[in-house]
């Protein structure tokens, strides 16, 4: 049984960016489902967003936070144009972690350490791009030259 499941790490180990694909998914998966928690109740949003100090901006800010999460949630799950996608939530996840979580600090439900993770996971998207079980990598070793 011991033998087995070492067989089993050492496939897993030969194979690294297997990792950062299955959290690439599950990344996509969360943010896509956020971004329809937002549109199906905009009141979560409202709350939110209460602290928000630019009034006439709160329409344009609602609509592109639902609108990245949903569209950038997808094309991450999908591993399709990642990088541009994971940069164009960063600027949400940003407003949640310094406009929003941050003055009511680590006690409450709102998330702080979970906001920051999933920043720090969209920059590090931003910057490496999507693993070998995605729509990029597929179109990158598939790509025809065209003559």
Request: net charge negative; no cysteine; charged share 15%.
């Amino acid at each position: 049984m011991d033998m087995m499941l070492l067989k089993k790490l050492n496939v897993l180990s030969k194979n690294k960016s297997l990792g950062f694909d299955l959290v690439r998914l599950y990344l996509g998966m969360g943010l896509f489902f956020r971004g329809l928690i937002f549109l199906v109740q905009p009141e979560l949003i409202n709350s939110y967003m209460s602290t928000f100090p630019y009034e006439s901006l709160f329409f344009v800010v609602i609509h592109y936070v639902a609108f990245a999460h949903l569209a950038g949630g997808l094309l991450l799950l999908f591993g399709l144009l990642t990088r541009i996608s994971a940069l164009v939530q960063i600027p949400a996840l940003f407003g949640a972690v310094f406009l929003v979580n941050l003055e009511k600090g680590l006690m409450t439900n709102d998330s702080l350490e979970l906001s920051i993770m999933v920043l720090f996971l969209l920059i590090l998207f931003a910057f490496f791009g999507s693993g070998k079980l995605s729509v990029d990598a597929y179109l990158e070793s598939h790509s025809f030259e065209e003559d």
